[in-house]
Structures are given as C-alpha cells and as structure tokens.
C-alpha cells in the first residue's frame, strides 16, 4: 500500500481564520519523530514561525490535542479524520482538507 503525501497550505489556513498564531504541541512534534525517525520538522516549523509549546498534559496525542483545544479555545489543522470528528463533536473548529484539495473550516457545532 502506498501513502500519498498530502500537504497544507499554510497561508491558505491563515486566509479562513485571519491573522493568528500558529502553535504545535511539543508532544506531536516527539510522535512525528517516533514514526518518521529521519523527519527534519524542527527546522521547517521555525521557518514557518510556528511556535512549539509543551501541553503540560498526559496521554495519547489526540486526547492532548483535544484538550487543548478546548482549554485554549483554539482552532486545529489536521489531516486526520478521526481526530477531526473528535474535535467537531466537541464543538471545537477544525480547518481539515477537502476531497485531498481544499481547505475548509468546520465550526465544530457552534
């Protein structure tokens, strides 16, 4: 089975929501490195001024990236479906890509 890249377009994000700041929890940024060893994420999110914070949270990553969320009233990007019902579910707005080509935000039941 082959895995098709998919990519985000960052300035795209920033057109749904307007200007904010964009913020990665220190935990996905660890998982990312458990499964891809060799990805050089730390230089690609400084370039993009994304700024990695610690979530001060236990548990799965998911469960991290929903709480908070919720905690911080943010808004999450993210490629996973799973992930993306949790958070509509919650009420918590998700910017996601569409049919693999466009962005689109969900307000999460608000």
Do not use: H, W
Request: glycine share 8%; with cysteine.
């Amino acid at each position: 089975m082959v895995q098709r890249k998919r990519r985000i377009n960052l300035d795209e994000a920033m057109e749904l929501v307007g200007p904010s700041k964009l913020i990665v929890l220190r935990e996905c940024i660890d998982e990312v490195r458990r499964k891809i060893p060799n990805q050089k994420i730390l230089p690609i999110l400084e370039k993009l001024g994304v700024e990695i914070i610690d979530s001060n949270l236990k548990g799965p990553v998911d469960d991290l990236i929903v709480e908070f969320a919720e905690k911080n009233k943010a808004i999450v990007l993210t490629l996973d479906l799973g992930l993306k019902r949790r958070l509509v579910d919650r009420g918590i707005p998700v910017i996601y890509l569409r049919a693999g080509k466009k962005l689109v935000l969900e307000a999460g039941g608000i």
